[in-house]
């Protein structure tokens, strides 16, 4: 399926370090977005990443995206206890409003 | 608050009962969507609809009814559902798709599932 796979499923670090997850997936796409979901809640849009770009920033956000390898990474710099949550890549394939999630990684940030 | 709400955030129903979730969104998208989450699974797409159209139903039981009545309204109509339905229930909403790609989601609070 097209779904993104994020990686890894866990990650555990203090605050103030950075934190970087992955997402690959596997056919071509036109963008890549990434979702913050706290614990029982809806999801939040982070940031948009285009077919066309390598590198977004937002705020303490950095997203990067190689086309050729069908992966993306998020770094989380400055890590906050509030950061803590589960974070998504949503693919789309162009096909039209279809956006294919994966199973995220739940981060935790330990004050 | 994302301008996408829910209602209710819990319910709780037998597998006999009729039931039905509600979202309305105040953004003036054009696209809505209803998710279905499940724990260790990945986020399920269920229905898309563009301008009040069905346009994406992806294999989803006849127990789930959707319904959009206008743009800025979305019901999910749940009869006799099984105990592996239980599960978290998002609602999003979107502007429609575009040349250039898709648009960012917005995605309500969710209603908890809990059949029994």
């Known amino acids: 399926s097209q779904q993104g796979e994020e990686d890894p499923q866990a990650l555990s670090i203090q605050e103030g370090e950075n934190a970087t997850m992955n997402c690959s997936y596997k056919?071509?796409?036109?963008?890549l977005q990434w979702y913050r979901q706290n614990s029982g809640r809806g999801l939040v849009h982070l940031i948009l990443?285009?077919?066309?770009?390598r590198e977004k920033h937002s705020g303490r956000l950095r997203v990067t995206l190689d086309t050729s390898k069908k992966s993306s990474s998020l770094l989380i710099t400055a890590s906050r206890a509030a950061d803590t949550a589960s974070y998504f890549c949503?693919?789309?394939?162009?096909?039209?409003?279809?956006?294919?999630f994966g199973t995220g990684t739940s981060l935790t940030v330990i004050p | 608050e994302t301008g996408v709400t829910q209602t209710p955030r819990h319910l709780v129903m037998g597998m006999t009962n009729k039931k039905s979730l509600k979202c309305e969104q105040h953004?003036?998208?054009?696209?809505m969507y209803w998710y279905k989450q499940s724990a260790k699974k990945p986020l399920e797409l269920m229905f898309v609809?563009?301008?009040?159209?069905?346009?994406e139903n992806n294999s989803v039981p006849s127990r789930f009814s959707p319904e959009c009545p206008n743009s800025s309204h979305l019901f999910l109509h749940l009869h006799t559902l099984q105990p592996e339905d239980s599960a978290l229930y998002l609602c999003?909403?979107?502007?429609?798709?575009?040349?250039?790609?898709?648009?960012?989601?917005?995605f309500g609070p969710g209603t908890r599932l809990t059949v029994t």
């Open positions: 999003a909403s979107s502007q429609l798709v575009s040349l250039a790609g898709s648009y960012e989601q917005y």
């Open positions: 056919t071509s796409i036109n963008n």
């Open positions: 990443i285009r077919s066309n770009e």
């Open positions: 949503a693919t789309d394939a162009g096909t039209g409003n279809q956006f294919y």
């Open positions: 953004l003036g998208h054009n696209a």
């Open positions: 609809y563009n301008f009040k159209e069905q346009t």
